[in-house]
């Protein structure tokens, strides 16, 4: 058996065809050094679209079994940073096919080396921006339609672009933050679980109050505004004895924890009324003077 595939494999060699085809594949130009020539042959041009069609397929195999695991609205960012890592991916694999061939690719890098750096340092915070834009896609840490708390300013989350995200505050005005903010400090996503979030009114009354008139009337301030929901949910929690008052804390759910300063101020409203109608006093702070006379 192997003597017949040895005869075959002769055949093919010697035949004319195969002769031509090799001479096909090193037909091509020279240029370059003497000491370091640099051959361009049609085999190495064939290699090379051989590998970019393999690349290619493999890529595209791989954005196609990423994207169905993201949400229809990441689907756009992420064909823009795949768009990126494609072209890097593809100048790579030139690299080293062009170095497997002897041509010396280091001479190429060497020479563009202080270039790059110039480049790098020039660009900084913009590569910043793009990776912390990679990072937000992939992690899923962050959407459209979330509100979000960095650097002590809240907004509600519009765009997400590669570079930057958009968001707009309850005074809507359009907040720009550079991505690469989200790997120098903390974010807080009140809206990551669900739209509707925990709230809390904290209020005193005097000493001496009636303390479970006070907390059916926190209920009942709470419960009956339109936008806090479970009524169930709601909690009443004595805090403490401070120095002047009883403390309080009434605990709710409201719908939209964007807007949420207005139930609460119609809330605190209502606790007022309340509180006026059933002589529940609301105290300031008070503070007992005791003037020691020196006698003489």
């Known amino acids: 058996m192997q003597n017949r595939l040895d005869d075959i494999e002769d055949a093919v060699t010697e035949s004319g065809a195969w002769e031509s085809f090799v001479e096909f594949l090193n037909l091509g130009f020279q240029f370059g050094s003497e000491d370091s020539p640099i051959n361009i042959t049609v085999g190495l041009l064939v290699l090379i679209t051989i590998i970019y069609l393999v690349t290619t397929i493999v890529l595209n195999f791989l954005r196609r079994l990423y994207e169905k695991r993201l949400p229809n609205e990441d689907k756009a960012k992420f064909n823009t940073v795949f768009?990126?890592?494609?072209?890097?991916?593809?100048?790579?694999?030139?690299?080293?096919?062009?170095?497997?061939?002897?041509?010396?690719?280091?001479?190429?890098?060497?020479?563009?080396?202080?270039?790059?750096?110039?480049?790098?340092?020039?660009?900084?915070?913009?590569?910043?921006?793009?990776?912390?834009?990679?990072?937000?896609?992939?992690?899923?840490?962050?959407?459209?339609?979330?509100?979000?708390?960095?650097?002590?300013?809240?907004?509600?989350?519009?765009?997400?672009?590669?570079?930057?995200?958009?968001?707009?505050?309850?005074?809507?005005?359009?907040?720009?933050?550079?991505?690469?903010?989200?790997?120098?400090?903390?974010?807080?996503?009140?809206?990551?679980?669900?739209?509707?979030?925990?709230?809390?009114?904290?209020?005193?009354?005097?000493?001496?109050?009636?303390?479970?008139?006070?907390?059916?009337?926190?209920?009942?301030?709470?419960?009956?505004?339109?936008?806090?929901?479970?009524?169930?949910?709601?909690?009443?929690?004595?805090?403490?004895?401070?120095?002047?008052?009883?403390?309080?804390?009434?605990?709710?759910?409201?719908?939209d924890s964007f807007k949420s300063q207005f139930p609460k101020s119609d809330i605190r409203f209502e606790i007022d009324r309340l509180f006026r109608e059933n002589n529940v006093s609301i105290p300031f702070p008070q503070r007992d003077i005791h003037i020691i006379e020196k006698k003489e």
């Not at 768009?83 to 593809?90: K, Q, T």
């Not at 359009?174 to 669900?194: M, R």
């Open 83 to 255: 768009s990126f890592a494609r072209w890097l991916i593809y100048l790579v694999v030139i690299l080293v096919v062009f170095d497997s061939v002897g041509v010396n690719v280091t001479a190429i890098l060497a020479a563009s080396a202080a270039l790059l750096i110039g480049i790098g340092l020039a660009l900084q915070t913009l590569f910043q921006d793009i990776i912390s834009g990679v990072f937000i896609l992939v992690d899923q840490s962050l959407h459209v339609g979330d509100i979000i708390e960095i650097e002590g300013k809240v907004g509600r989350v519009e765009e997400i672009k590669l570079r930057t995200t958009r968001a707009v505050t309850i005074d809507n005005r359009v907040l720009v933050i550079p991505n690469h903010l989200y790997l120098t400090n903390s974010l807080y996503n009140w809206t990551q679980n669900d739209i509707s979030t925990r709230e809390n009114i904290t209020v005193g009354v005097a000493y001496g109050s009636d303390t479970q008139l006070v907390k059916r009337l926190l209920l009942e301030a709470a419960n009956s505004h339109p936008e806090v929901l479970d009524n169930k949910s709601t909690v009443v929690l004595f805090t403490d004895f401070g120095d002047s008052s009883l403390n309080f804390k009434v605990i709710f759910t409201v719908r």
